[in-house]
């Protein structure tokens, strides 16, 4: 069992728009990281984010940044007392239109219950971020502000 996935959506915005959307802490913390975000995403860096919904900030490696193309991040996941890395990559393609279609997918969980559970609430989390980041971007609304606390 391979636990992996992919969520798309469409921005309608620039390409240019949207990856600093994404990078940009401050922009970040606007729309997503409720519990706000610290370090610009470059590849090498390790930054923080943190959320409402799982209180206390963590660690997000950044593996690589392409600009305006492509984003790879590694962070935890948990198992019990056991500690492992799933990778986050995220597209960002430039449409005809001027919108842009943004991928996010995730991989690398263990194939156990535990690891499909966590997936899963991943796949739920990615998807509320391309909600948000397209509301925020495309109409000044943050979804997730008052959501979690």
């Known amino acids: 069992m391979d636990l992996t996935f992919t969520v798309s959506g469409r921005i309608a915005r620039p390409v240019a728009e ?6 940009n802490p401050a922009e970040l913390s606007r729309y997503f990281t409720t519990g ?12 923080e984010w943190d959320f409402h919904d799982f209180p ?3 660690p997000v490696e ?15 996941a948990q198992e019990g007392a056991e500690v492992y890395k799933t990778t986050v990559t995220m597209t960002f393609e430039a449409l005809e239109d001027g919108r842009t279609l943004v991928s996010i997918s995730e991989a690398g969980w263990r194939p156990t219950d535990a690891g499909q559970k966590a997936s899963y609430g991943n796949c739920q989390g ?4 391309l909600c948000a980041m397209k509301a925020y971007k495309e109409y000044g609304i943050n979804l997730r502000e008052g959501m979690f606390k």
């Open 18 to 23: 949207v990856f600093e959307a994404v990078v």
């Open 62 to 76: 950044v593996v690589e940044v392409v600009p305006q193309s492509r984003i790879v991040l590694r962070w935890d």
């Open 36 to 47: 706000g975000a610290k370090g610009r995403l470059e590849t090498g860096a390790v930054v």
């Open 126 to 129: 990615w998807t509320q971020m």
């Open 56 to 58: 206390g900030a963590f």
